[in-house]
């Protein structure tokens, strides 16, 4: 399995530590709609021309209970017969998100377009749709060269519709599917109100090529948040809702901050440090509460079909790295803790098992001025935790490397280095080398 994962959590000290972890297109046209902002269109002067008011008001009708298939499906570019044309990296552009799905093949969204690489950042193909306008674009997911998603936001007063755009060949050609509009706080300005942004980031996570989910976080009034979950079985083409409400005894119900699947039957929803497993299919919930209370959503890796693990995070001004273990597909979890290599100003730390025995990471510092701004580097171990090392500075301040081996791995942009390049390692951390100059 392939999924790529973007995970936030949050220690007693409000610890924000991202981990992402590197995990058949079928269109049909209906009878034209009207073109939204940022959807397909003859030109881009077609699709400026369309406002985010009627676009909103054109997915309205559809309810959050009926399929997003009920929604217009359109189909931008031509028959797939070239390639397109591989270039050197396009100076002067931004990286706004980065998916390595394998060893040197990954994809990268900029403020200007949508970048393919198959030789690490050698050389790009452009995968863009051309017609979509780049600053709507709220989410990017990958499952392997040729299979991508993209989500794109059109927001009004009061709701946003998200346009679900997939390719199945390597971005030749694209299709889009509007889900059903989500309802947020009046956007419009008010010196009482506590209103929130409308366009969340949108998170994809690939169980296979023809199989997906995508969650949306929208926030309401001062910290409520509602999450839309919506999945595909057919790459891309329809989405179908899903919901979520498992209640534990003595607590409310929990809508869930992030969804993994191993397989179409398998898989996890989460949310602070409850985990809900399933090995029978979306709604069939084993849920379970972790034992560590101080930690925020877990990154679950899935290791064999029976044997999980939950990366649980360094507590704040420790070494003392805790993650869980489920030798039986969620129905219990047991803690375990181990100490890693201590560094001066240690902040945090995240972990992804590659395999039961090899588990590559990264240690944050801060540098006093911010959280998370001071040299980040990479640990790793081959022991299941028994022994950690150190293996080297990560690129930049700030950075969490994601990796999808032992050796390889991507260090882009985080929330603390927004304006970071692009680098690449082969050689787990040891050097690094420059991919978006």
Request: proline residues 6%; contains cysteine; negative net charge.
């Amino acid at each position: 399995m392939k999924s790529t994962l973007v995970i936030r959590r949050l220690t007693g000290l409000a610890l924000v530590a991202l981990l992402v972890a590197a995990c058949g297109t079928a269109t049909s046209t209906p009878t034209p709609a009207p073109t939204p902002t940022g959807a397909p269109g003859a030109t881009a002067t077609d699709t400026a021309a369309a406002t985010d008011t009627a676009a909103a008001t054109d997915t309205a009708a559809a309810t959050d209970t009926a399929a997003a298939t009920d929604t217009a499906t359109a189909t931008v570019g031509g028959p797939a017969s070239t390639p397109a044309p591989r270039v050197a990296w396009v100076h002067g552009q931004t990286v706004k998100q980065d998916v390595l799905v394998s060893a040197g093949t990954g994809w990268v969204l900029t403020t200007t377009g949508l970048w393919q690489t198959i030789d690490d950042g050698v050389s790009w193909a452009n995968a863009y749709p051309h017609s979509l306008i780049a600053s709507k674009i709220r989410g990017l997911g990958a499952f392997d060269a040729n299979h991508a998603l993209l989500a794109v936001a059109d927001v009004a007063t009061t709701t946003t519709t998200y346009y679900l755009w997939h390719t199945a060949n390597a971005g030749l050609t694209w299709a889009y599917t509007a889900l059903p509009a989500m309802p947020h706080d009046d956007l419009t300005p008010c010196d009482a109100c506590f209103s929130q942004l409308g366009d969340p980031l949108a998170t994809f996570d690939y169980v296979d090529a023809n199989t997906a989910f995508v969650s949306i976080g929208m926030l309401r009034g001062a910290d409520g948040r509602i999450n839309y979950i919506y999945q595909t079985t057919d790459g891309g083409v329809t989405w179908v809702p899903r919901s979520y409400d498992p209640t534990l005894l003595g607590s409310i119900s929990t809508p869930p901050i992030r969804v993994q699947f191993s397989t179409a039957t398998t898989g996890v929803a989460e949310f602070d440090n409850v985990i809900s497993s399933t090995t029978s299919g979306w709604g069939h919930w084993t849920t379970r509460r972790l034992p560590t209370e101080d930690y925020g959503e877990p990154t679950v890796c899935f290791l064999s079909s029976t044997y999980w693990f939950a990366d649980e995070g360094l507590a704040v001004g420790t070494v003392h790295y805790t993650y869980a273990i489920s030798p039986d597909q969620g129905n219990s979890w047991v803690d375990h803790q181990s100490s890693v290599p201590g560094i001066a100003l240690l902040t945090g730390a995240t972990v992804r098992a590659i395999t039961p025995l090899i588990w590559i990471g990264t240690e944050r510092t801060s540098n006093s001025s911010g959280y998370h701004d001071g040299p980040a580097t990479t640990v790793y171990t081959v022991d299941g935790g028994a022994h950690w090392a150190m293996y080297g500075t990560q690129p930049f301040n700030g950075s969490v490397a994601t990796f999808v081996d032992a050796d390889h791995g991507w260090a882009g942009p985080t929330a603390e280095a927004p304006t970071a390049k692009l680098y690449s390692t082969s050689d787990r951390g040891l050097t690094w080398r420059l991919l978006t100059p």
